[in-house]
């Protein structure tokens, strides 16, 4: 699994890089938004475009950069002015397009796969975003996308949300549970039966999918189902819990908030490891180790 990292922030982006597990870098205008007000309120001057060259300059691997626009013909000129502008620098941009640009639910928009499926044919990879079920998937998949990004941890909020599950951003979701919680008061006798039957229009799950984790899960059941080529970017990554997961289904990617990429590495019983390991190294064997 390549693991990229999901923010614009230069200075996570050049520590992770250090790391040498970085393959790649995702954002999008809310993270260069949240990295401009890091650098305004350390009073660095840089321009957008210098910034984002940085951006590109520090990984050998794609970089997305999103598109602003709404109708494709708008997010096809922002795409090549974005490619034009920044390609040059290292050969890795990609372009983000919203996999539905539709600002009311009413609408369906088809502007972004439109887009994707004429820049794809230019020879310019895109990674379509805000994908949040798995037919939007199959829509970018078959519109020739480079890559596609499903947010699970959005998906994990919006079930919690419509359930009235109270929840921090950062919150591990079990929908298995939730799943065994609905079957229990489906078969319940007295009062637990008679109030599911009450909320029997509740549905528990987003068309079927319990959490972020079967979302992705179910994409890439499909993909495998017609041997799709477009990558699967597992996006809104929130905890460690979503990380393994997304691994052992083999996504292609992880795209990890810096936060979550350093969580990934501990483990208490880690630190008490190291301390006792340290404590008993005896004379003898430090003598190995002087030159
Ligand atoms: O990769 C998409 C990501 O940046 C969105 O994450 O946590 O805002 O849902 P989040």
Known sequence: MQIFVDTADIEEIKEAKKWGIVDGVTTNPSLIKKAVEKLKSRGTEISMEEYIKEICKSVDGPVSLEVKGITAEEMIREAETLHKKFNGVNNNVVIKIPV??????????????????????KGI?????????????????????????????????????????????????????????????????????????????????????????????????????????????????????????VAEMGVDIATIPFKVIKEMINHPKTIEGMKKFTQDVVEEYRAIFEE
């Open 100 to 121: 539905n640009t539709a600002m009311q639910e009413e609408d369906e928009i088809f502007e972004g796969i439109k887009a994707v499926k004429q820049l794809e044919s």
């Open 125 to 245: 990879p895109t990674n379509v975003t805000l994908v949040m079920n798995p037919t939007q998937a199959l829509l970018a998949a078959k519109a020739g996308a480079s890559y596609v990004s499903p947010f699970l941890g959005r998906i994990d909020d919006y079930i919690r949300d419509n359930l009235g599950i109270e929840h921090g951003k950062w919150d591990v979701f079990d929908g298995a549970l939730l799943r065994k919680v609905e079957e229990g008061m489906r078969n319940a006798d007295g009062d637990d039966g008679e109030r599911y039957k009450k909320m029997a229009s509740i549905s528990f799950s987003d068309d079927g999918i319990y959490d972020g984790i079967e979302f992705v899960e179910s994409i890439v059941k499909i993909y495998r189902a017609y041997n799709f080529k477009t990558k699967i970017i597992a996006a809104s990554v929130r905890n460690v819990l979503q990380v393994r997961k």
